[in-house]
């Protein structure tokens, strides 16, 4: 069946970097968009980034050029760099499975239990 799993967060300084991991399986990953999104308590899940079937890349205006998705089709991954984070980046990020690239959560078909990332010193 259809599984997404993240890995990589954890806890972090201010100024640091993570890479979080989007491990696919069941699927033909180079048929589908990947997105990332994040969810702090209290708030409704919303979108970091996505990454095209064929590569093409889109950020919220708030990543300013701090993060950076990639896909690797033959290991069936996707990854999202994350550089100069912030405390106010710190959520629970969740990458999901769409036909395209799109920031509403309706458009994901497909979920990943989430990865705890806290910028904190």
């Known amino acids: 069946q259809v599984q997404l799993v993240e890995s990589g967060g954890g806890l972090v300084q201010p100024g640091g970097s993570l890479r979080l991991s989007c491990a696919a399986s069941?699927?033909?990953?180079?048929?589908?968009?990947i997105g990332w999104f994040r969810q702090v308590p209290g708030k409704s899940r919303g979108p970091v980034s996505c990454?095209?079937?064929?590569?093409?890349?889109y950020y919220q205006d708030f990543v300013q050029g701090r993060f950076a998705i990639s896909r690797d089709n033959a290991k069936n991954m996707v990854h999202l760099r994350m550089d100069s984070l912030k405390s106010e980046d710190t959520a629970v990020y969740y990458c999901?499975?769409?036909?395209?690239?799109?920031?509403?959560?309706?458009?994901?078909?497909?979920w990943g239990q989430g990865t705890q990332v806290t910028v904190s010193s």
């Open positions: 999901a499975r769409s036909p395209r690239c799109g920031f509403g959560i309706w458009e994901y078909e497909y």
């Open positions: 990454i095209t079937s064929d590569g093409r890349t």
């Open positions: 069941g699927f033909t990953l180079d048929s589908y968009a």
